[in-house]
Nanobody, 122 residues
């Protein structure tokens, strides 16, 4: 079972990136999935999540209106469109899956990807 995140990079403030997370070894179409970010010296924090069917997207207040989470279950892929990036968005971004249809942040994720670095310069 593997979640492979990609799409990170170095971008100037105000720029955009699109992260992808491809799942293999298991079908995640029945799982809630989400993105989490971990800045240097800080704990991993919730960024966005989406339920098993792609509905009910849920965002951290800091990214509302700038980030969009989506998924393509036919491709077993999760996306995060990141617009109007800010230096404070700099972090390693991890995708995760929770083995239930709607995410519950009181519980941990059951599967994690390896992370992709996003660096936003001012």
């Amino acid at each position: 079972v593997q979640l492979q995140a990609s799409g990170g990079g170095l971008v100037q403030a105000g720029g955009s990136l699109r992260l992808s997370c491809v799942a293999s070894g298991r079908t995640f179409s029945a799982d809630a999935m989400g993105w989490f970010g971990q800045a240097p010296g800080k704990e991993r924090e919730f960024v966005a999540a989406v339920n098993w069917g792609g509905g009910s997207p849920y965002y951290a207040d800091s990214v509302k209106g700038r980030f969009t989470i989506s998924r393509d279950n036919a491709k077993n892929t999760l996306y995060l469109q990141m617009n109007s990036l800010k230096p404070e968005d700099t972090a390693v971004y991890y995708c995760g899956a929770q083995a239930q249809r709607a995410i519950n942040l009181r519980f941990g994720m059951d599967y994690w990807g390896q992370g992709t670095q996003v660096t936003v310069s001012s």
